[in-house]
């Protein structure tokens, strides 16, 4: 197909605002123009010259870009230069300067579209020393051989700046107005959540019609669009969304990544955007070539940062491992751990239709658990008490909340379903006072916190009964120091003291005398059957010891009159 032609649908595109008419353009377009071309053409009206996952990212810098104007029109870089400053678009700048090309460097032959995919492609692949001259030259040869109003749009293709307002959607629902006459792209999404790449698509509904999407396999390789969480306003919500047993697990704050090995034993990792990152991370694909005991799979994590331990650390330091040079000494300086929560492929069959019961089991007998990859953290209960208490203790190892899914839930690619739904901590409000609470007791601490207390046990005091109620483990606003000190700063006594009630499901690894109060923020008080009061403070913070009797701490009844 003539560039040309591609070059009169860009016009019509780039003057077009509604959704609708960009669609039936697209449409009609995608109707005449010859099988062999329709793939690269989805590419090139959305900007780029293939799917995502496959890593062939324009963008070249605009140095590059502009002089390779200046040679194609054969005039000073500095009024190129001059001319991109004062319109801000590389596009304008390449059709301005281009409409007077120099005689003697007019190839023959018109541009086809083809011949354009190719050579960004080239351009693409080219590195090395010498690669940005080699590029900008390729470039030139474009420009010359194209009209000057098309040069406009390989300017703006070079630097990954198209944007005509087409975006895979819509390129979907052209696709099916064009091949189906009907606007609902329901099975072409579908397909596109399995196969996130349009050119695939479109070429064949282009052959075999809508039918021929059904044999469209999950192939590994490929990434595959990941399954998204609901979210509900108060927990109570979940029991209706997931009526039964739940199964919850930590929700981690690091980057997800899928994970696919192929028959070759090849491992490749993909982002949440399927972009590719295993250039990122060497280390994991070892780890998980060694402890994932499986021929072929697809499954997910969350990657998080850890220490020489294997203790977690802060999602700030894992975005030190976002980098392209310096691979080696950051798998070294900030090593990875992975926090695996799915499996969606499995020994040459794929298992998203299994409900998450059944894929998770699967999952756990093939991890040969290490430090660097382990299964996620889980409980599985039908009481929102429970799923209360584990999300509190999430918080307090650090985490930003919890992942609830529905046991019978399959693998929706590309989703945001019912199936799972997240609950952090960002929902949780203040409560507005903050309440004064005794410390009776401790429990120890885990992964960063080993060796010293996790959290402390507070209690509320009873007037009427001279007694110390348990409200809340509190782990949270307590600093690394602080905790080191903690254990200096308590007496230690080796059963519940006096006037401490406790219920058994809160009996803490260690005992204090009732001595110390601490001011404490929370979110929200909730009806609790863990604790003696009847009554939890849920996401407490720590804010600072309080100069406190025990007995002047705040009481039974000023919590029950916050409620
Ligand atoms: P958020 O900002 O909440 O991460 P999101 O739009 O990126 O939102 P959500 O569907 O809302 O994605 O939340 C799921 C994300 O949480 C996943 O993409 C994954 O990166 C992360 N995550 C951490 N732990 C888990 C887990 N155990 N199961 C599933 N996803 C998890």
Redesign the pocket.
């Known amino acids: 197909m003539d560039f040309l032609q591609l070059v009169e649908l860009f016009e019509q595109l780039e003057n077009e605002s509604s959704g609708n008419k960009l669609r039936e353009i697209l449409a009609s377009f995608f109707k005449k123009v010859p099988i062999e071309d329709i793939s690269l053409l989805t590419y090139l009206t959305l900007g780029k010259i293939s799917a995502d996952y496959e890593s062939a990212v324009l963008g070249l810098a605009d140095k590059s870009v502009l002089k390779a104007i200046s040679v194609a029109g054969g005039v000073e870089s500095s009024r190129v230069k001059k001319l991109m400053q004062d319109t801000g678009d590389v596009g304008l700048v390449a059709e301005n300067i281009l409409k007077k090309k120099p005689r003697t460097l007019v190839p023959v032959g018109k541009l086809t579209v083809h011949e354009l995919f190719e050579k960004l492609h080239k351009i693409v692949g080219t590195s090395g020393s010498g690669s940005q001259e080699k590029k900008t030259n390729i470039l030139v040869s474009l420009f010359q051989k194209s009209p000057a109003k098309g040069a406009k749009y390989i300017a703006r293709l070079a630097l990954g700046v198209l944007r005509l307002g087409v975006a895979e959607m819509t390129v979907l629902d052209a696709l099916s107005i064009a091949f189906t006459g009907e606007k609902d792209k329901t099975v072409l999404e579908a397909t596109y959540n399995i196969c996130p790449d349009v050119g695939i698509i479109a070429e064949i509904m282009a052959t075999a019609g809508i039918k021929g999407l059904q044999k469209i396999p999950v192939k590994v390789g490929r990434p595959i669009k990941?399954m998204?969480?609901q979210?509900v306003k108060e927990l109570d919500e979940v029991e209706v969304k997931i009526p039964g047993k739940l199964a919850v697990?930590?929700?981690?704050?690091?980057?997800?990544v899928q994970a696919h090995k192929d028959s070759k034993g090849k491992i490749t990792l993909f982002s949440?955007r399927m972009e590719e990152t295993s250039a990122q991370f060497p280390d994991l694909i070892e780890y998980l070539q060694k402890q994932i005991d499986a021929k072929t799979f697809i499954l997910?994590a969350?990657i998080i940062a850890i220490d020489s331990e294997g203790n977690h650390r802060p999602f700030q330091e894992l975005m030190q491992r976002r980098r392209k040079h310096d691979v080696a000494s950051y798998v070294k300086k900030i090593p990875v751990q992975a926090?695996v929560?799915?499996l969606l492929y499995l020994d040459g069959k794929v298992v998203m239709d299994k409900s998450y019961e059944e894929r998770t089991t699967i999952l756990r007998k093939i991890i040969k658990k290490s430090k660097n990859v382990v299964a996620?953290a889980k409980i599985v209960t039908d009481s929102l008490d429970t799923v209360d208490e584990f999300f509190q203790e999430q918080i307090n190892l650090g985490y930003?909340g919890i992942?609830i899914?529905s046991l019978g839930g399959v693998y929706q690619a590309g989703t945001?379903g019912w199936n799972?739904i997240?609950w952090?901590k960002d929902y949780v409000h203040d409560l507005q006072d903050s309440l004064d609470l005794v410390v009776i007791g401790a429990f120890h601490g885990k992964g960063r916190r080993h060796g010293t207390y996790g959290a402390l046990l507070c209690a509320v005091y009873d007037s009427k009964k001279d007694q110390f109620l348990t409200v809340c483990k509190l782990g949270t606003g307590l600093t690394d120091e602080m905790l080191a000190e903690l254990p200096k700063k308590f007496s230690i006594v080796k059963r519940c003291p006096a006037r401490v009630v406790v219920k058994k499901e809160m009996i803490p690894d260690v005992w204090f005398v009732a001595e110390f109060v601490v001011e404490v923020r929370g979110a929200e008080i909730t009806k609790s059957p863990f604790h003696s009061l009847g009554l939890a403070v849920r996401f407490p913070r720590f804010l600072r010891f309080r100069d406190k009797k025990p007995e002047q701490a705040t009481t039974k009844k000023e919590v029950e009159d916050m409620v």
């Open positions: 990941v998204l969480a979210r697990e930590a929700k981690y704050d690091g980057e997800r949440r997910e969350e926090q929560f799915d996620s930003e992942m899914k945001r799972w997240k952090k």
